[in-house]
């Protein structure tokens, strides 16, 4: 076998990762921005938003898997899942390893949402932002094709349209937030003054 194929492999699945959990993250942003419209959405536009994410971690680790298998660096289990245990370029790697546990964090708390409250499902699912930078400073700190044009491109294009959706949906949110905010209880009003008794 091709003693660079597992690199090939290992190279073409991280971009390919990168690539789904971009548009996953595009995704989920256009689906709460309701960039769609306001009428009820069909299921299908959440299971694509799930199904990208799903298939990221599928990738995340044939790319892991792959790093093990090629010989050029020796990447055992411990370094592959413990940041700074291993000797080549430790802390580029570590970035993908912080990745790969919020991206597990983010696809197993989906996976139990309905055991969760709707808060715990959501701070996790926040993680998805830290995720999206973790990642990319990874690519970019990491990877062969870093310096490559169209790769550059792709990336720019993206962190482009999902700095300006989350700039919409925090908009978004801050209204929401000011229509909703609740009205101040009947106890907490100020107490109009007692009429005075006549003496
Ligand atoms: C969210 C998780 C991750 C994503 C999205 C990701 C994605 C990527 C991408 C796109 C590259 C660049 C490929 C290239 O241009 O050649 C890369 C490189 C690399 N990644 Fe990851 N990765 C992740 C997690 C990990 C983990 C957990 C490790 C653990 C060892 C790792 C190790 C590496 C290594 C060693 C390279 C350099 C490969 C090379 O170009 O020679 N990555 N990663």
């Known amino acids: 076998m091709n003693s660079q194929l597992w690199w090939y492999t290992a190279r073409s699945a991280g971009v390919v990762s990168w690539v789904l959990l971009a548009s996953s993250v595009v995704w989920g ?38 790093i093990m298998f090629d010989s050029y660096v020796s990447f055992g289990l411990v370094e592959v899942l413990v940041p700074f245990t291993g000797t080549w370029h430790p802390t580029a790697v570590a970035w993908g390893i912080v990745g790969f546990y919020l991206l597990l964090a983010v696809e197993v708390t989906s996976l139990l949402r309905k055991r969760l409250s709707k808060r715990a499902w959501r701070l996790t699912h926040y993680l998805s932002f830290p995720l999206f930078i973790v990642a990319t400073v990874h690519v970019l700190a990491a990877g062969t094709d870093r310096q490559t044009f169209l790769l550059r491109a792709v990336m720019g294009v993206t962190t482009v349209a999902i700095v300006a959706l989350t700039v919409i949906r925090l908009v978004k949110a801050d209204r929401h937030d000011l229509m909703t ?16 008794a006549p003496r």
């Open 29 to 66: 942003l256009a689906l709460s921005t309701k960039a769609f419209g306001r009428r009820a959405r069909p299921n299908w536009l959440l299971d694509l938003h799930r199904f990208l994410g799903g298939t990221a971690l599928v990738f995340v680790v044939t790319h892991v898997v792959s």
């Open 181 to 196: 905010s609740p009205k101040p209880s009947p106890s907490s009003r100020p107490r109009r003054p007692s009429p005075v």
